[in-house]
């Protein structure tokens, strides 16, 4: 998280409570530090050609965070599993981000 979602004061890695308006950004870490491990548990699975594996991680790191990057993962692992409407649904949804 580069900036607190309250205020919008600049956050350091790291930091808990915003140094400006004193928000709590435990939670929104937890949720960033989750969502990062499952889209490296989602490029794991890639290595290992284990698709359907890979697809349920970068589903989860993109409902945990929504960026154009987590967007491409998932579309792009959608697509290796045999998923190919649900591939081109999630394309077109995060790609216009």
């Not at 308006?21 to 989750?34: A, F, H, M």
């Not at 960026?67 to 998923?83: F, M, N, Q, W, Y």
């Amino acid at each position: 998280m580069e900036k607190c979602p309250a205020c919008e004061a600049l956050v350091s890695p790291g930091q808990s409570v915003c140094r400006r308006c004193r928000t709590d950004l435990s939670v929104l870490l937890n949720i960033e530090t989750q969502a990062r491990m499952h889209e490296k548990k989602a490029w794991q699975a890639f290595e290992k050609q284990a698709f359907e594996q890979m697809f349920y991680h970068a589903k989860r790191s993109a409902a945990l965070i929504t960026t154009p990057e987590s967007g491409r993962l998932l579309a792009g692992a959608a697509v290796l599993a045999g998923k190919y409407e649900t591939a081109v649904n999630f394309f077109k949804i995060w790609n216009q981000t």
